[in-house]
């Protein structure tokens, strides 16, 4: 059944549209807030659709990124875990949250830039990151650094792939778009059932 060829298609024509830049900015910056679709949906559809500008998509996805998550940061702060908490929660990111306490306890700010850089709910840890901080303002500076390398290194990674497969990658991944979104689906399916039952 090929139902990612057609979204494939519809992002590719979003990519080339004269405002895309200014669209790539807006959801990257509340991808780090609220917003459940990551980056990447966007990022590597507009880096296909024109490589010369490709790394500086990547800039504009990380700058903005970074924003949106000190704005989850002091989001957290104002709130504090007796509010942010349930919103997690009602938003089916209670377990992660939990998670993410455990982690900031043990590992500290270098949760945030394994989060900025691998595929998980960045947003949850940059609120986490406020709600849990003892110092916020000293906490600052810390969650900001991390947050722009791990940001950075996954979207200039993202930029770097699709530049060095050029043409041929845009090809090869048209032809097999539908194969890979249905393999995601199973791998994310398959995720949840382990997370969950084991």
Same mark, same amino acid.
């Given at each position: 059944m090929k139902i990612f060829s057609p979204i494939y298609e519809s992002c590719l024509? @979003?990519?080339?549209?004269?405002?895309?830049?200014?669209?790539?900015?807006?959801? #990257?910056?509340?991808? #780090?807030?609220?917003?459940?679709i990551p980056v990447d949906v966007m990022l590597a559809p507009m880096c296909l659709s024109r490589l010369e500008k490709a790394w500086r998509y990547a800039a504009i996805a990380t700058i903005t990124s970074v924003l949106g998550g000190v704005v989850g940061y002091f989001i957290g702060v104002a709130l504090g875990? #007796?509010?942010?908490?349930?919103?997690?929660?009602? @938003?089916?990111?209670?377990?992660?949250?939990d998670k993410t306490k455990v982690w900031f306890a043990a590992y500290g700010v270098l949760m945030v830039f394994i989060a900025g850089f691998a595929p998980i709910p960045y947003k949850v840890f940059t609120i986490s990151a406020g709600a849990l901080s003892l110092s916020p303002m000293g906490d600052l500076?810390?969650?900001?650094?991390?947050?722009?390398?791990?940001?950075?290194?996954?979207?200039?990674?993202v930029a770097y792939l699709l530049v060095l497969g050029g043409e041929k990658m845009e090809k090869k991944l048209h032809q097999m778009i539908d194969y890979i979104g249905w393999g995601v689906v199973i791998v994310a399916i398959?995720?949840?059932?382990?997370?969950?039952?084991i």
């Open positions: 024509r @979003w990519a080339k549209h004269k405002h895309a830049s200014y669209y790539l900015g807006i959801m #990257s910056f509340f991808e #780090s807030i609220i917003f459940p875990a #007796s509010v942010v908490e349930p919103f997690l929660i009602d @938003w089916g990111f209670g377990a992660a949250y500076v810390p969650f900001v650094i991390a947050s722009f390398f791990g940001r950075a290194g996954r979207f200039y990674l398959v995720g949840y059932l382990m997370y969950k039952y």
